[in-house]
C-alpha cells in the first residue's frame, strides 16, 4: 500500500472535514495505534520535527522510542492513560530528526469506537520559545534575588559602622540593625518561594524566634498560610517591633515571661491573628508612639486594608489583627509585570 494510502487506512471514517482540519493544524499531530505505534503523522508535524523522510524514521515505531530518555516516562504514562480512555497531557524535551533542541507540550486523547480505544491521538506544540523565555526570567530573577541580598548586607554594614563611628546610642543602633535583618530574613523567605509568596509561619517565626530566651517563651499556633510580597514584609517588620517591644519591657524580657501567637480564619475570608504576652513586668501604655508603634497601629492596617487593636494590659500586651485573605493574597503589580 502507498503511503497515501496507509493514511487514509488511519484515517478512514474520520472524512476528510476531519483531515483538512489535521492537515492545517499548526501543531503536531500524531495518530498511535492501540499497541502505541506512529502510524501518521500531519505534514506540519513532519515539518516541526524536521522529518525528512517518515516512513523510514517514524512510522511504525514505537512512540515512546522516539523521545529521549529523560522524556520517556511521562511519554508512556500519557500513553498508557490514553489506552485507558482518558486524556492526558504532559511538557517534555524532544530534539529534531536534525538534533536541534526542542521542548513541547503534548496532549495525548484516546480515539474512541463504541466505547472502545481503537487509536490514540497526540497533539504536540512546539514550546521552546517559552521556555527559554522562563529559563531567562528566572537566571534574572537569580541575579536580583543575589545583588538585593548583597545589597542588604551592605547597607546592615553600613549602617552598622556610621552608627557606631558618630556614637548612636546602643539601643538606637540594635533597633535599625534589627529592622534591617527582618526584611533580609523576609527577603529569604519570598527568594525560596520565587517571590510568588511566603509562609505565615516562616515569616514570623523569623521575625520573634531570635528574641526569645528559651524555647518555652514562645508558641505559634494556626494552620499556615501563603502571602504575597509586599504585606509579608510589612508583617515582619511588624512582628520584629512586638518582639523587640515584649524584649525591652514585656514577656521576653523575664525568663519567665511567655508569648503565645496564633491566627484562625472566620466567615471564609478573614484572618484574625493575636500576640498575647503574660509572665512580664506589668505593662503600661507608652507615653509616646515610635517607629514600632507606627508601623503596627498604622502601617500594618493600611497594608492590610484591616484593623489592629493594641491593649496595654498590666498582665502583659495583647495585639489583634484583623484582616482579609484577599489583602494578602493580592498580587502586586511588580509580580505582574515580573
Not at 494510502?5 to 489535521?22: H, M, P, Q, R, W
Not at 536541534?100 to 512546539?126: F, M
Not at 487593636?309 to 509580580?335: K, Q, T
Request: charged share 25%.
Amino acid at each position: 500500500m502507498s503511503d497515501e494510502g496507509s493514511d487514509k487506512a488511519v484515517l478512514e471514517g474520520a472524512g476528510a472535514y476531519f483531515l483538512s482540519i489535521v492537515e492545517a493544524s499548526r501543531d503536531c499531530i500524531r495518530v498511535i495505534s492501540p499497541e502505541g505505534f506512529v502510524e501518521y503523522m500531519n505534514a506540519r508535524g513532519q515539518a516541526l520535527f524536521e522529518i525528512e523522510d517518515f516512513d523510514s524514521r517514524n512510522r511504525s515505531r514505537y512512540w515512546p522510542d522516539l523521545w529521549p530518555p529523560e522524556s520517556r516516562t511521562s511519554v508512556e504514562l500519557a500513553l498508557r492513560t490514553a489506552m485507558a480512555g482518558e486524556a492526558a497531557a504532559f511538557r517534555a524535551p524532544c530534539p529534531t530528526a536534525k538534533g536541534d533542541p526542542r521542548w513541547w507540550d503534548t496532549t495525548v486523547s484516546p480515539i474512541l469506537d463504541e466505547g472502545r480505544v481503537i487509536r490514540v491521538l497526540a497533539t504536540s506544540r512546539d514550546v521552546t520559545g517559552e521556555v527559554r523565555a522562563e529559563a531567562h526570567r528566572q537566571l534574572l530573577v537569580n541575579e536580583l534575588n543575589h545583588r538585593v541580598k548583597n545589597t542588604l548586607a551592605t547597607i546592615q554594614s553600613i549602617a552598622s559602622q556610621s552608627l557606631r563611628n558618630a556614637g548612636v546610642d546602643v539601643a538606637v543602633r540594635g533597633a535599625l540593625e534589627g529592622r534591617l535583618m527582618a526584611i533580609a530574613a523576609t527577603h529569604n523567605v519570598l527568594t525560596d518561594e520565587n517571590w510568588s509568596a511566603a509562609s505565615l509561619r516562616q515569616i514570623i517565626d523569623g521575625s520573634v524566634t531570635p528574641y526569645r530566651n528559651n524555647p518555652g517563651q514562645l508558641t505559634i499556633t494556626g494552620d499556615d498560610l501563603m502571602i504575597s510580597p509586599k504585606p509579608a514584609v510589612v508583617l515582619a517588620l511588624a512582628f520584629h517591633e512586638l518582639a523587640i517591644n515584649a524584649l525591652k519591657y514585656g514577656a521576653l524580657s523575664v525568663a519567665s515571661g511567655q508569648v503565645d501567637i496564633g491566627w484562625s480564619v472566620s466567615g471564609g475570608d478573614q484572618l484574625n491573628i493575636s500576640w498575647t504576652e503574660q509572665g512580664g513586668p506589668p505593662v503600661r501604655p507608652p507615653e509616646r508612639r515610635g517607629f514600632g508603634s507606627r508601623i503596627v497601629e498604622l502601617a500594618l492596617p493600611n497594608e492590610l486594608g484591616g484593623e489592629v487593636d493594641l491593649d496595654y494590659r498590666p498582665e502583659g500586651l495583647r495585639c489583634r489583627i484583623h484582616a482579609s485573605l484577599a489583602a494578602l493574597n493580592r498580587v502586586d503589580a511588580f509580580m505582574q509585570l515580573a
